[in-house]
């Protein structure tokens, strides 16, 4: 469904600056695995004098002959093929003879595998930045998937880059606008985006010409197919205890979401619980839901949404998957799916709300979530300058009762305690249809957004 390079308009935007510039420099680019790090790096230095390295954890020797074939290609000097040696510092140093005040791009992709094969990699590349490449026009491209080995190890003030002139950007999966340019059909693409997310690579695997569950079969019930393994790899390449980051999401997913509940059912102490859910945040695997009015304690919940369906529908059951009873599956799923898109709608509502994606509400610029006791709203904005307050409901529902619905929204809303004696208060309806549309309630502002509205957005 998804072409091999989609969008990344801003990140092309911002590589095309810092090859504008006169000089050496360095740019690093992180982020998931599957995110396109490599795809926006080719579609760069497609039209460019530049050359692409793909590092691997074979073996030092190995990586430095790659860096030798590429460097011969680039500059057409056959030497660098029969070069007799064995350190990437003299093979930088030949690059910079050879290229004079030439601009060029060197991509170093999976650079966490050459952490990972030699400990003072990182020093190795401080000095011939310093001693080779300071006074060139080369840009360098450092690029990895291991966000925790990229964010501390590269970018992080121990680094023996920390200080020095960096440039940044941590890719992010697609939001839900960037997905439904692709989807032409607006409930169709809330489904994809629920199921697959906004990582490029999951995309390519839904087919708009199959119905939903057909490409969920496809796609993750089926054994050895494209995504059936996809979160337990992902685990593997970025953890060393996936088995432990494994358990903390099953979980989590069967509804053990505050940090007492988790230890209770992982078994694990706190403090190193702590961690290992730290490290799912830094991935954008789960998140910390403090709701409004609290300062700590809250819920963890599973954000990115390949995740979040895998580990409730096909990890529970991959005894059944394994031996191939898909129809047992697939009946399960399909009578959970709605709901289950119900709780998907409100995550997506939020989303566009903290991205100000929707116009009218731009003003509400705090998103929050809301629970008291057995009260909950989907939804709080809040614009603590003007002491307004915006109160959101979602139903993944057609023919929504919107007076009713507000009714109840409002019930709740006297428990929310903010302002409460000067505050003004609004409300929001999210649904695939309303019964009728009503802009007012008991003197109080009220949009209706159904799905037709969000496709306009």
């Avoid at 991959?318 to 009946?331: A, F, P, T, W």
């Avoid at 695939?432 to 003197?443: A, C, H, L, P, S």
Wanted: hydrophobic share 35%; glycine share 6%.
């Amino acid at each position: 469904m998804l072409p091999k390079f989609f969008d990344r308009e801003r990140e092309l935007k911002w590589l095309e600056s810092i090859y504008s510039e006169t000089g050496f420099k360095l740019a690093v680019i992180y982020g998931r695995r599957r995110v396109g790090k490599t795809e926006l790096i080719k579609q760069f230095i497609k039209d460019k004098k530049g050359v692409y390295i793909l590092s691997t954890d074979e073996s030092l020797d190995e990586n430095i002959k790659s860096f030798k074939e590429k460097f011969y290609k680039i500059t057409k000097k056959d030497y660098f093929q029969k070069l007799h040696i064995v350190s990437f510092y003299d093979l930088f140093k030949y690059l910079t003879k050879e290229i004079d005040n030439e601009k060029i791009v060197v991509a170093i992709d999976e650079f966490p595998y050459l952490l990972s094969l030699k400990k003072g990699i990182l020093s190795l590349f401080q000095k011939i930045i310093d001693e080779n490449l300071i006074d060139t026009n080369i840009k360098l491209i450092i690029c990895g998937s291991s966000m925790s080995m990229m964010e501390n190890d590269v970018l992080g003030y121990k680094s023996p880059l920390y200080g020095r002139n960096v440039s940044s950007w941590k890719l992010s999966p697609f939001n839900f606008r960037e997905v439904s340019k692709i989807v032409d059909n607006i409930e169709k693409a809330c489904e994809v985006y629920f199921i697959y997310g906004g990582v490029p690579y999951y995309l390519r695997f839904y087919n708009k010409n199959k119905g939903l569950m057909e490409n969920i079969i496809s796609s993750f019930l089926t054994k050895g197919r494209n995504l059936y393994d996809e979160p337990l790899i992902l685990l593997r390449e970025e953890f060393r205890e996936s088995r432990v980051y494994r358990l903390i999401l099953k979980y989590i997913s069967l509804g053990y979401k505050s940090l007492g509940k988790l230890c209770s059912a992982t078994g694990l102490e706190k403090s190193n619980l702590s961690k290992y859910l730290s490290s799912l945040e830094e991935v954008g695997i789960i998140r910390h839901v403090i709701p409004l009015g609290m300062k700590r304690k809250g819920i963890y919940e599973v954000s990115d949404p390949l995740f979040r369906f895998w580990f409730k529908f096909v990890y529970p059951y991959r005894d059944k998957l394994e031996i191939g009873n898909i129809e047992s599956v697939e009946k399960l799923i399909y009578s959970q799916l709605n709901a289950y898109f119900g709780y998907c709608f409100e995550y997506l509502i939020e989303e566009r709300l903290t991205y100000m994606q929707i116009p009218e509400l731009e003003n509400f610029t705090h998103i929050y979530k809301w629970w008291y006791k057995d009260k909950e709203i989907d939804v709080v904005g809040l614009n603590n300058d003007t002491k307004e307050i915006l109160f959101v409901e979602c139903k993944w529902q057609n023919k929504v009762d919107a007076r009713k619905t507000i009714k109840e929204l409002g019930d709740a809303a006297k428990y929310v305690k903010w302002y409460n004696d000067e505050r003004k208060e609004s409300y929001a309806l999210f649904a695939k249809d309303f019964k009728e549309k009503i802009n007012k309630y008991n003197g109080k502002k009220v949009y209706c957004f159904d799905l037709k509205d969000l496709m306009k957005k």
